[in-house]
C-alpha cells in the first residue's frame, strides 16, 4: 500500500513537471523549425545541414518526452475522483491522434537525418511537418488545459 502512495506521488508532481519540459522542448523545436523555413531557397545542403540535424534531434527529442513520458504518466492515473477520470479518458482520446503525429514525424526525421540527403522536396515536407506540429499542440493544449483546470479546482493528480 505504501507502495502505491509513493508511485501516486510522484505522478502528481511529474506531470506539471513534464508538462513543463514538454513545453520547453515544444518551444525549442518552434523555433528551429522557424529558423529551416526561412532559410533561402538557394541555400546549399552543406549551409542547411547543421540546422537540420540538430532541429531532428530537437524534433525527436521532443514527440519521445510526449509519446513515451507525458501521455504514459495519464495512461498510470490511478485516481477515483472525476476529474482525474476525465483527463485520462481524454488522453485516451487523443492518444491515437498524438501517435499519427509521432510516426509522421519520426518518418520526417528519418529522411532527413541522412547522408545522401537531398533538398529537392524540403519545403514542402517541412510544411507538411508544421501542419503535424500544430496537429499535435492543438491536442496537447487540450490536456494541459485539463491538467491546468483540475490544478486550479486543487485536485492532485494520481
Same mark, same amino acid.
Given at each position: 500500500?505504501?507502495?502505491?502512495?509513493?508511485? @501516486?506521488?510522484?505522478?502528481?508532481?511529474?506531470?506539471? @513537471?513534464? !508538462?513543463? #519540459?514538454?513545453?520547453? #522542448?515544444?518551444? @525549442?523545436?518552434?523555433?528551429?523549425?522557424?529558423?529551416?523555413?526561412?532559410? #533561402?531557397?538557394?541555400?546549399? &545542403?552543406?549551409?542547411? +545541414?547543421?540546422?537540420?540535424?540538430?532541429?531532428?534531434?530537437? &524534433? /525527436? +527529442?521532443?514527440?519521445?518526452?510526449?509519446?513515451?513520458?507525458?501521455?504514459? $504518466?495519464?495512461? =498510470?492515473?490511478?485516481? @477515483?475522483?472525476?476529474? $482525474? #477520470?476525465? !483527463?485520462?479518458? *481524454?488522453?485516451?482520446? *487523443?492518444?491515437?491522434?498524438?501517435?499519427?503525429?509521432?510516426?509522421?514525424?519520426?518518418?520526417?526525421?528519418?529522411?532527413? +537525418?541522412?547522408?545522401?540527403?537531398?533538398? +529537392?522536396?524540403?519545403? =514542402?515536407?517541412?510544411? /507538411?511537418?508544421? =501542419?503535424? &506540429?500544430?496537429?499535435?499542440?492543438?491536442?496537447?493544449?487540450?490536456? !494541459?488545459?485539463? /491538467?491546468?483546470?483540475?490544478?486550479?479546482?486543487? /485536485?492532485?493528480?494520481?
Amino acid at each position: 500500500m505504501a507502495t502505491a502512495m509513493t508511485i @501516486d506521488s510522484i505522478h502528481s508532481k511529474a506531470i506539471p @513537471d513534464l !508538462i513543463s #519540459k514538454l513545453l520547453k #522542448k515544444r518551444q @525549442d523545436v518552434l523555433v528551429l523549425l522557424n529558423r529551416l523555413a526561412t532559410t #533561402k531557397p538557394e541555400m546549399s &545542403l552543406q549551409e542547411i +545541414d547543421p540546422l537540420l540535424r540538430h532541429f531532428c534531434q530537437m &524534433l /525527436v +527529442d521532443y514527440v519521445a518526452l510526449g509519446h513515451f513520458e507525458v501521455y504514459q $504518466c495519464f495512461e =498510470e492515473i490511478h485516481s @477515483d475522483t472525476s476529474r $482525474c #477520470k476525465k !483527463i485520462k479518458k *481524454l488522453a485516451c482520446q *487523443l492518444y491515437p491522434r498524438i501517435a499519427e503525429t509521432t510516426h509522421q514525424t519520426i518518418a520526417f526525421n528519418d529522411h532527413y +537525418d541522412t547522408p545522401q540527403l537531398s533538398l +529537392d522536396s524540403f519545403r =514542402e515536407d517541412l510544411s /507538411v511537418l508544421g =501542419e503535424q &506540429l500544430a496537429t499535435r499542440i492543438e491536442l496537447e493544449d487540450r490536456l !494541459i488545459a485539463a /491538467v491546468n483546470q483540475q490544478k486550479s479546482e486543487g /485536485v492532485e493528480l494520481h
